[in-house]
């Protein structure tokens, strides 16, 4: 993992979520900076953004908040980050977030973290991006989206090697010990989606 720096996480704002992610997500930040790794969120201020954030500045390490201008008008960023950039939209954000990572790691989230995801799955299938991407699977909580990807592979929607794109962990310790393993050159082939 000597080449991986910063890691991009697509998680949840939303503060109202159980405690066993909450918990996860603290974790997760703790493994960053117990591993020199600096973690990268949309920089919010509540929910699995926030707990990640906390979970990598308790631990030592970098944490910094990529957030369009309309959230900062808002009041929604997280004052805390060691580094805050304020970018003119989503678009924008997203694609800052991509280039900066050298890994994406995707915890428990709603529309915005589940569009997140699925973008840059997209992004890695069309050969946009190219680099390991990790589903956090939480006590299951991705199960049913993991389903729905087997289906439209199985229904042609999707290559069966496209299932490779992505790599799924049940905790912290398993996302970091997936990444290790990770040959990143095989990692990158993707077969063309046509």
């Not at 800052?96 to 840059?120: K, N």
């Not at 090697?161 to 970091?176: K, P, Q, R, Y």
């Amino acid at each position: 993992m000597e080449n991986v720096r910063e890691i991009c996480v697509f998680a949840a704002s939303s503060g109202r979520v159980g405690k066993q992610y909450m918990e996860a997500a603290y974790q997760l930040g703790q493994a960053f900076a117990a591993a020199g790794i600096a973690c990268i969120n949309g920089g919010g201020r509540d929910g699995l953004m926030r707990a990640v954030s906390d979970g990598t500045l308790d631990g030592g390490g970098r944490a910094v908040g990529i957030i369009p201008q309309f959230m900062v008008d808002n009041g929604w960023q997280y004052d805390s980050l060691s580094e805050i950039v304020v970018t003119a939209d989503m678009h924008t954000r997203k694609q800052m977030m991509a280039q900066r990572a050298d890994a994406v790691m995707a915890l428990p989230g709603g529309c915005g973290t589940l569009e997140e995801l699925l973008e840059i799955i997209t992004w890695k299938q069309l050969g946009l991006f190219h680099k390991p991407i990790i589903i956090l699977n939480v006590g299951g909580f991705y199960d049913h989206l993991l389903a729905m990807l087997k289906h439209c592979t199985d229904e042609q929607f999707m290559k069966r090697s496209h299932g490779n794109l992505w790599h799924v962990a049940a905790d912290a310790t398993d996302a970091m010990a997936i990444l290790s393993a990770i040959d990143i050159k095989s990692d990158d082939i993707v077969e063309s989606k046509y």
